[in-house]
Structures are given as structure tokens and as C-alpha cells.
């Protein structure tokens, strides 16, 4: 069986920071991964986080399985994290378990979706985040498109975007990007959801909204208001969530899957459904992520700190955005880069060619995908100078 496989090519993020890592170039950059960064180059540890690992350490008295739904505590702070003091929490319309980090969710998502309805289609937004097509495929769902981003204008497609979405039957499934949109970093605005909230509405599909940055675009609430916005609105609703990038939880993949029924009981059913999807996939979730945000969103502290501590990595995003526009036009660059300042989250497209992006690796050891993606995290007071000139070079 295994001698007649042949080699994939591997994942492009992965292969890049592979090459990264072998770069000996002391100007290196890494704007490839897309995972927060101090201006050190360093991910850390939140305070917050540390704290709540020892009361962890010195609480817990057994390994035992915590079940499929995972912890009923860190389910319902999610919860309440994602949809504030909705009505449809005291309706009892949600229901949330934990999973192995977002990624996980997005799988037993399309799991859950193929169960209730085998033959749904989903859509997703042109670009979107590159594993969501894989994803949903492996769950055996029919993948389509809807126009989101401009590559030209660089800013949002939104006709052609209402347009598409106007004709998604009852039935379908349309993933939406609640906040910090990978990879375009162009959000919706409140008006816009309002009208895609009213064509979701209109024409009865379900929308699926992976929420994997919650605090890092405007701020916690108003990072939610897409999806508590289709909560008023409508009978059902699912959303996917992530601690990686807002709790600082890489690698101990903590997510949550929530769905939203028109009713208690309809959730209930729907509930057990889900159950039997995790029960099939993976079984249990692990604990040890769960355990710690549910720590620091049980003590009004540990809150408080991981509310600054979120408030620093969202500005420093926020900051990098106009440092590097700043420092592009310190090189005497013409090119219009301000739409990077419009953007909001990780993301952005420079919007230069691949061949420009192969030399940019190539020649000055600036790592980005083909497509001009690049992670803002990996932006520095110590390296913008270097990665704009680079680009100039490029680009002139």
C-alpha cells in the first residue's frame, strides 16, 4: 500500500518557516507565519496565562477524561466571551463544547454539517484562509466561492460579494470571517453585516463564522458584532472559535464549536448530534487549554490583566500597520500602500507579484507566500527599515 504513494508537496507556511529556520542571513524577516510577535521577534507567555498554569498545577487532582463536550465551565465562558448578555443565552438557543484548538472546530464543524444535511454546499470568501477549502472537502462537503477581495482596488469586493451571496440557497452553508480577516485583513463593517445578515436572512442559509481573532481587530465586543448580530436575526447559526491567537494558547489547541438553534429543544437535538460527530473523530478534548481560560475568565484579575495584556498585542498590530506604510514612504516609494493602515488584524496582501516575492526570499531573505501575504506580527522597529528598502529594491 504505501510503496505506491507518491511525495505532496508540502504546506506553504510550513515549508517557509523550514526555510526560515535554515536562513543564516542576519537580516532575515519571517512575515510568513501568522502568530503573534513582540517586538523582540518572540511569542510569549501571557502573565495572565502563568498565573493561571500554577493555580491549574496546583489544583488539579486526576487526568481523567473530562468527556465529549469538554469543560462545562470553559463552554459557557466562551459563550458569554462571544455573545456578551445576548437573549439567546437566557432562550437557552446555544449550545458550545470544546475542541482541539480552531482548526479542530472548523473539522467537527464540517463534520456536524455533512451529518445534518450530506449533500450542503459551502461557501467561502475569495481569498480565504487556505486550509478552509481542505477542510471542508476532507468532511466531504461541496466547496464554492464568493467574490470578498479586490486585488486591485485593495479593499473590499461588496457588490460582488451581495451579489453572489443574494443567490446561496436555503440549505447552503456561507462561512464568514467575524473579525481580522485572513488573509485580506478587510472587515465588514457594521452596515455591511447588517446587509448580509438580512440576505442571510431572506434566503434561509446558515452561516458558519470562524471567530479565530476576537480582541485583536477593534476590541472584544466589537469584534463580536457580526455574530450577535445574527443571533437576533436568525433561527440558526454556527461559529467556530479559537484561543490560540487572543489567549496566546498555540500549541495546548483550545477551541470551541457553537452552534444556534431557533429553540431550546432544537438545540438539544442537534446537540446530540454534534456529540456523535466528536465521538467519531477524536472523542474527548483535551483540558489543559480549557482549564486555563476558564481560570482567567472566572476571576475578575485575571481578566482584567488578559484584557491588557490583549489591548498591548492588538496595538502593537495596529501599530505596525503605519510603521511600515511609514517606512515605505521614507524610501520614496509612489505606490499607494495606505490600504494597509485601512486593514484591521494579522493580515495583509502587499499586492506585488510572485516573482517579486521569490526575489524578495531569494536576495534579501524576506520570507511571505506567492500570494503577498504577510503576518504584521512579524513587522519590528529593528527590521522595518530593512523590509521596506528590500522592498523598494523590488518594487522600483
Not at 103 to 116: D, H, N, P, Q, W
Not at 125 to 148: D, E, I, K, M, Q
Amino acid at each position: 500500500m504505501l510503496e505506491q504513494l507518491s511525495p505532496l508537496p508540502a504546506d506553504p507556511i510550513l515549508g517557509l518557516l523550514k526555510a526560515y529556520g535554515a536562513d543564516t542571513n542576519p537580516n532575515k524577516v519571517d512575515l510568513g507565519v501568522g502568530v503573534f510577535k513582540d517586538d523582540n521577534g518572540h511569542t510569549p507567555i501571557l502573565d495572565c496565562v502563568k498565573v493561571a498554569e500554577q493555580q491549574r498545577t496546583d489544583t488539579e487532582t486526576s487526568k481523567i477524561y473530562i468527556g465529549p463536550t469538554g469543560e462545562p465551565a470553559f463552554n459557557d465562558m466562551m459563550t458569554k466571551l462571544i455573545f456578551g448578555d445576548h437573549a439567546a443565552i437566557s432562550q437557552n438557543r446555544t449550545r458550545t463544547i470544546s475542541t482541539p484548538g480552531g482548526t479542530g472546530s472548523l473539522r467537527v464543524a464540517g463534520e456536524f454539517i455533512k451529518a445534518c444535511k450530506p449533500n450542503a454546499k459551502i461557501w467561502l470568501s475569495n481569498p480565504t484562509w487556505a486550509n478552509h477549502n481542505g477542510l471542508f472537502s476532507a468532511a466531504g462537503l461541496t466547496v464554492a466561492s464568493y467574490p470578498y477581495y479586490n486585488y486591485e482596488t485593495k479593499s473590499l469586493d461588496f457588490d460582488a460579494m451581495l451579489e453572489t451571496l443574494s443567490s446561496v440557497p436555503a440549505g447552503d452553508i456561507v462561512l464568514l470571517h467575524a473579525c481580522c480577516h485572513n488573509p485580506s485583513g478587510m472587515d465588514l463593517s457594521k452596515e455591511q453585516w447588517n446587509q448580509v445578515t438580512a440576505i442571510a436572512k431572506k434566503n434561509g442559509f446558515t452561516p458558519l463564522i470562524d471567530m479565530a481573532y476576537q480582541g485583536f481587530g477593534l476590541g472584544l465586543d466589537e469584534d463580536a458584532y457580526g455574530p450577535r448580530l445574527m443571533a437576533s436575526e436568525l433561527d440558526e447559526l454556527l461559529l467556530c472559535s479559537s484561543c490560540s491567537k487572543n489567549f496566546g494558547l498555540y500549541r495546548e489547541r483550545i477551541g470551541g464549536f457553537t452552534l444556534l438553534a431557533k429553540d431550546s429543544a432544537t438545540a438539544d437535538t442537534a446537540h446530540s448530534v454534534l456529540l456523535s460527530v466528536v465521538r467519531s473523530i477524536y472523542s474527548m478534548p483535551p483540558a489543559h487549554g480549557a482549564a486555563i481560560v476558564s481560570t482567567i475568565l472566572g476571576s475578575e484579575d485575571l481578566t482584567s490583566q488578559w484584557h491588557g495584556e490583549l489591548a498591548i498585542m492588538r496595538e502593537r498590530i495596529s501599530n505596525n500597520r503605519q510603521l511600515l506604510v511609514d517606512a515605505l514612504k521614507a524610501q520614496g516609494i509612489t505606490r499607494d500602500f495606505s490600504f494597509i493602515t485601512k486593514q484591521s488584524g494579522m493580515f495583509s496582501f502587499l499586492g506585488i507579484t510572485p516573482e517579486q516575492v521569490t526575489t524578495l526570499i531569494k536576495d534579501y531573505s524576506i520570507y511571505m507566500v506567492d500570494s503577498s501575504r504577510i503576518s504584521i506580527a512579524g513587522i519590528s522597529k529593528t527590521n522595518v527599515e530593512y523590509l521596506a528598502k528590500s522592498i523598494a529594491q523590488v518594487i522600483k
